[in-house]
């Protein structure tokens, strides 16, 4: 029963995180985006080392990351159209 709970508790923490992500503005968007992937190499980076602790930290900026480039090729398709 805890599984379940917490699933549902992650699926709506991510459905939060992506309505968040659509109020913001592509500038804004791709500021955090660059933020994800320079934390990216640098979870990679402690890994090869055998330094990371968090190992689910990589999946979570892996997932942040797709969701944000998600939300800008939205908003890019939405500017193609009305244009």
Do not use: C, W, Y
Request: charged share 30%; proline share 1%.
């Amino acid at each position: 029963m805890a599984k379940k709970a917490t699933a549902k508790k992650a699926k709506e923490v991510s459905a939060h995180a992506a309505s968040e992500l659509k109020t913001k503005t592509p500038d804004q968007l791709r500021d955090s985006l660059v933020a994800l992937k320079k934390e990216a190499f640098n979870l990679r980076f402690q890994q090869a080392t055998g330094q990371l602790e968090n190992t689910a930290r990589m999946r979570t900026v892996r997932r942040d990351v797709a969701r944000i480039m998600t939300v800008l090729n939205q908003k890019a398709a939405e500017a193609a159209i009305s244009n």
